[in-house]
């Protein structure tokens, strides 16, 4: 299943690079072979081998097998955390059906530009794995008074507060279908920071249990919550 990063329609489809070794030499795609293709458009089309090369394959694409899909709105606010930890999150997200991860910028972050390019790949290949139609989209890094003074109103932004807050689940049963997560940094949010969010209007604080989270399974641990909640 691979992720082209153009538009499908049916007809001859030459795949090179890194995807076309992929498929010749590690996949040992044959002739009359099938693979899934999607575009993040018009959704999943089926290809069918009808030549390969040493490194590159020549697929003609027929029909299309689903459309893109209709994505839960849920946004995850996280901020950047160290390469590995982050690469996970951004995976999990993708897999658990995120609409959007937003990099948001904190006193105690240890990163503050997570390489974009690095981040995207993994959600592609996330997406490529899980069967996704739409990868999620990857929005510039901000910093926190800056996404609470531009935040959208309506959109109810659940805050994960390791300091305490409503039961998840519940508050996300009751919130709205159009939500984000946020999830602060490995030494957490400063006492000034979580003030500034819980005084937002559109914050619910809410807690993931007793025990404190690392911050990627608290991201994977709240979106999933948030998909049982929506019935996603
Ligand atoms: N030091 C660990 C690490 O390296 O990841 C723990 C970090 S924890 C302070 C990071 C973030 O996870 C917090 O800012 C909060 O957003 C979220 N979190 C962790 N445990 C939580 C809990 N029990 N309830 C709500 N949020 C939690």
Redesign the pocket.
């Known amino acids: 299943r691979l992720f082209i990063d153009s538009p499908l329609a049916p007809g001859a489809l030459r795949i090179d690079g890194p995807q076309g070794h992929y498929l010749a030499a590690v996949m040992r795609l044959k002739i009359g072979d099938p693979v899934k293709l999607f575009d993040d458009i018009s959704g999943e089309w089926l290809g069918v081998a009808s030549a390969v090369g040493r490194r590159d394959v020549m697929l003609d694409v027929t029909e299309r097998l689903r459309a893109r899909e209709a994505v839960p709105d849920l946004w995850l606010c996280a901020a950047p955390l160290k390469k590995g930890r982050i690469d996970w999150m951004v995976e999990k997200a993708c897999e658990l059906g995120v609409a959007c991860v937003v990099p948001v910028v904190t006193r105690r972050a240890v990163v503050d530009r997570p390489k974009s390019e690095r981040l995207r790949a993994h959600m592609i290949e996330a997406a490529e794995q899980c069967g996704r139609t739409a990868i999620p989209g990857l929005a510039e890094t901000v910093k926190l008074p800056a996404l609470l003074r531009d935040w959208p109103a309506g959109r109810t932004l659940f805050f994960?507060?390791?300091t305490g807050?409503v039961p998840g689940f519940a508050a996300m049963r009751e919130g709205s279908a159009t939500a984000a997560i946020?999830?602060?940094?490995?030494?957490?949010?400063d006492d000034e920071e979580r003030a500034a969010i819980r005084a937002h209007p559109d914050a619910v604080g809410?807690?993931?249990?007793?025990?404190?989270?690392?911050?990627?399974t608290?991201a994977a641990a709240a979106v999933s919550l948030w998909m049982a909640a929506q019935g996603d």
């Open positions: 994960a507060d390791e807050g946020l999830i602060g940094p490995e030494g957490g949010f809410i807690s993931l249990g007793p025990r404190i989270l690392r911050a990627d608290a």
